[in-house]
């Protein structure tokens, strides 16, 4: 839970930067449920700490479906490690009002995942834009062929771990998870879109962690955090010329 509370808190955060609204009005947009049901006001005696900026006003809501159907949610992100959690209805209910439901089933290993790619697919008429924390294979449906993205940390820490090392940050500030996810974001192609994916190609990824390692840095420098002095002109190259690569002499 505390996983999702700290996905939650990030969310917030980019919304608050973005529409420049207070951290505690971009908070209400988020809700949480967890295995006694929908995370609200009048259970706030019995939460644990985390989970209290997340306690809204609302009725008691026991099951997923039903604080589904009440919120009318447009993303649905899962990262409890309870497999199955998001059921048939549960999917075909967020498709009921949502053109393209956004469907993130984050838990590992893929036993534990909220539901399979196949499932959201299928179960949202090929509508849903899904993400898992598990790999899957791509998806066939109605002639049309839907490659999954694997939402995987190894997408934003070692470009995080390189421009903290590259500007010699004194110490790590949202700001920077933030300018990190932003970077990855913009490596996404229309072309990726229209092939389902959210995330870029991770065959790409030293090029990927270098653009965000340059993201990073620059917020470091940005926010008085670097050490390095003086900024280099061109970060990404910077980042690109930081980066051990495997190349080993042949001996025989």
Excluded at 95 to 108: G, H, R
Excluded at 144 to 152: D, L, P, R, T
Excluded at 211 to 222: D, G, L, M, Q
Aim: hydrophobic fraction near 40%.
């Amino acid at each position: 839970m505390q996983a999702g509370t700290g996905i939650a808190e990030l969310i917030a955060l980019e919304m608050s930067k973005q529409t420049g609204a207070p951290l505690e009005e971009t908070r209400k947009k988020i809700w949480m449920v967890d295995s006694k049901g929908l995370i609200v006001r009048s259970r706030m005696e019995s939460l644990q700490h985390f989970k209290m900026p997340w306690a809204h006003d609302h009725e008691p809501v026991k099951e997923l479906v039903n604080a589904v159907k009440l919120i009318k949610p447009t993303i649905l992100i899962g990262s409890s490690g309870t497999g199955k959690t998001f059921t048939k209805e549960v999917v075909r209910t967020m498709a009921t009002f949502n053109k393209k439901p956004v469907i993130f089933a984050l838990s590992n290993p893929t036993s534990q995942s909220e539901c399979t790619a196949e499932e959201a697919y299928t179960w949202s008429e090929g509508r849903a834009i899904f993400a898992s924390g598990s790999p899957f294979a791509p998806v066939e449906y109605e002639g049309k062929v839907f490659m999954s993205g694997q939402a995987n940390n190894a997408y934003i820490f070692p470009g995080l771990g390189l421009g903290l090392i590259i500007s010699g940050a004194i110490r790590v500030h949202d700001d920077m998870l933030l300018a990190a996810s932003e970077a990855l974001a913009a490596e996404v192609s229309k072309e990726n879109f229209d092939k389902g994916l959210i995330y870029p190609p991770f065959a790409n990824i030293r090029k990927i962690s270098a653009h965000i390692a340059a993201k990073v840095a620059a917020k470091a420098y940005e926010l008085g955090l670097a050490t390095r002095l003086p900024q280099p002109e061109n970060l990404v190259s910077y980042a690109e010329s930081c980066m051990y690569s495997p190349s080993y002499r042949s001996y025989r």
